[in-house]
């Protein structure tokens, strides 16, 4: 089993910037993909970005240029910087863990930490 603890949300004035935390335990290896996803209210959740045991990183498009995902394996934690905030990036982020098991995909999913984007 995999746990995943999300911390560094909060509230932030647009043009403003949060770094979130994840923290994973348990059964987790390097060689897992870490990724964020996001939900807004009356919305579905959305995938935001992810990175690879190799650092390999990929983002939405809405985020490119502003969300910067890392990872330390050593820590087992992953990251994402934000900047330039914005309203509409409001939402309960998610910290994810997955990996292939032959064509199953299994995922792993944090609590949820709630940033708000307002003035």
């Known amino acids: 089993q995999v746990q995943l603890v999300e911390s560094g949300g909060g509230l932030v004035q647009p043009g403003g910037s949060l770094r979130l935390s994840c923290a994973a335990s348990?059964?987790?290896?390097?060689?897992?993909?870490m990724g964020w996803y996001r939900q807004a209210p009356g919305k579905e959740r959305e995938w935001v970005a992810d990175?690879?045991?190799?650092?390999?990183?990929n983002s939405a498009d809405s985020v490119k240029g502003r969300f910067t995902i890392s990872r330390d394996n050593a820590k087992n934690t992953v990251y994402l910087q934000m900047n330039s905030l914005k309203p509409e990036d409001t939402a309960v982020y998610y910290c994810?863990?997955?990996?292939?098991?032959?064509?199953?995909?299994?995922?792993?999913w944090g609590q949820g930490t709630q940033v708000t984007v307002s003035s």
């Open positions: 994810n863990a997955n990996y292939w098991s032959g064509n199953t995909r299994y995922h792993y």
């Open positions: 990175i690879t045991s190799g650092r390999s990183t």
């Open positions: 348990g059964s987790i290896s390097s060689s897992y993909v």
